[in-house]
């Protein structure tokens, strides 16, 4: 092979593995799946990779799974413990519980928390996993040393008029596919890729919705003001800066309120901006894990 040759060759090579680096490949990384008991006997499925001595602990949103952090194990795994779990009635996670609500899958973190024996932690919760990471921080003082949340958690003060609530559940109940559809459509950018738009709906619609319905009763009537003060730990959020019908303004000020809150935020993306723009997410990610970082 001649010198130009190798040049080339060498730089197709450097400019795949940046590429991957920038679209987030799927994980590359060593995982291993394990399943753990939730305190009522359920089983929660997760997947765990990487090493260091601090664990982020990955929770994805209403029905969700843990492939919506595809684009985060790897860019992780060589400086935390990486743990990605299907929360309850999700996925491959046990579906059998008769009684849906956040506080349910709070608890269901922290077993997860010590059955890995984890000891320094950081939740990143997606939507859903915003107060989900609230709750299960309040059970474990000490252990959870931040909760960062991810365009969720935008507005302690902000309540759903009770009417809309109640219109948006009723449709749920009569057609939930159809609403799922049309709900869907209101949390994505416009710029978002057409085929990513498919496959989170796709997994969203696969989700069971007896469990999807009966979590969202019991979110609807969470107290936002309540999670942050109780949660007793820092709050960083990386939020969407909007462009989709859905979206929630992100209020600093009103947050500061309740919490030690910042948030960042990134341009045109809907409400998944770890799966529509990933190498700026994890960008951002690491930087707000920067004030987290164990001292040496």
Request: with cysteine; glycine share 8%; net charge positive.
């Amino acid at each position: 092979m001649n010198v130009r040759l190798t040049r080339m060759v060498s730089l197709i090579v450097c400019l795949g593995l940046v590429t991957s680096v920038i679209l987030g490949r799927e994980s590359d990384a060593k995982l291993t799946k394990k399943t753990v008991r939730a305190d009522d006997g359920l089983s929660i499925a997760c997947e765990v990779a990487g090493q260091g001595d601090t664990a982020l602990i990955f929770l994805h949103g209403w029905c969700g799974d843990r492939a919506y952090w595809k684009h985060q194990v790897d860019p992780f795994a060589a400086d935390y413990r990486i743990v990605t779990l299907d929360q309850a009635g999700h996925g491959e996670s046990g579906k059998d519980r008769k009684v849906w609500t956040a506080s349910a899958l709070a608890d269901d973190v922290a077993a997860v928390v010590k059955a890995l024996g984890l000891k320094r932690v950081i939740l990143v919760g997606h939507s859903m996993g915003g107060p989900i990471a609230l709750l299960a921080a309040k059970r474990m003082p000490g252990t959870v040393v931040a909760v960062i949340g991810v365009d969720t958690l935008q507005n302690a003060e902000f309540k759903m008029p009770e009417e809309v609530s109640k219109k948006f559940l009723e449709s749920f109940e009569k057609d939930f596919k159809e609403t799922m559809r049309s709900g869907f459509a209101g949390l994505l950018h416009e710029k978002t890729d057409p085929e990513l738009k498919n496959w989170i709906l796709t997994r969203a619609e696969a989700q069971d919705q007896q469990m999807a319905l009966g979590l969202m009763r019991d979110l609807i009537g969470l107290d936002s003001k309540k999670l942050l003060k109780e949660a007793q730990t820092p709050v960083r959020c990386i939020n969407s800066a909007g462009g989709f019908a859905f979206f929630t303004p992100t209020a600093i000020a009103i947050n500061k309120k309740y919490a030690d809150y910042n948030a960042v935020t990134i341009e045109e993306v809907g409400h998944y901006p770890m799966l529509e723009k990933p190498a700026e997410f994890n960008q951002k990610l690491r930087d707000v894990l920067k004030e987290f970082a164990t001292k040496k």
